[in-house]
């Protein structure tokens, strides 16, 4: 199973943009799809974006298209999401997420990391 590690959360002021990564180990990183979900508070968790083994195909959900760009360097075993135009309701702990047959729902979890979006 992959062990994902995330970082670049913090605060920021809505309209401006932050850069989460996760790090991969532990398997072939390559095997896996890997994707984004958040969960902010009362709420479930939910999906927000993945990328394809190959990085060849993006999927995003309906509210943060045009904003946010998944990407991923299977060299360096990481994926990351570039979070632009960030909206309130953006504020969420981010998850980096990961699956061999598909990543919703996916088999291996990182631990979270907060975007806290200001008003």
């Known amino acids: 199973q992959v062990q994902l590690v995330e970082s670049g959360g913090g605060l920021v002021q809505a309209g401006g943009s932050l850069r989460l990564s996760c790090a991969a180990s532990?398997?072939?990183?390559?095997?896996?799809?890997m994707g984004w979900f958040r969960q902010a508070p009362g709420k479930e968790r939910e999906f927000v974006a993945s990328?394809?083994?190959?990085?060849?195909?993006?999927y995003y959900t309906d509210s943060v298209k045009g904003r946010f760009t998944i990407s991923r360097d299977n060299a360096k075993n990481t994926v990351s999401l570039q979070m632009n135009s960030l909206k309130p309701e953006d504020t969420a702990v981010y998850y980096c997420?990961?699956?061999?047959?598909?990543?919703?729902?996916?088999?291996?979890w990182g631990q979270g990391t907060q975007v806290t979006v200001s008003s």
């Open positions: 997420a990961a699956g061999y047959g598909s990543v919703n729902p996916p088999s291996s």
């Open positions: 532990g398997h072939t990183f390559s095997s896996y799809h």
């Open positions: 990328i394809s083994r190959s990085g060849g195909i993006t």
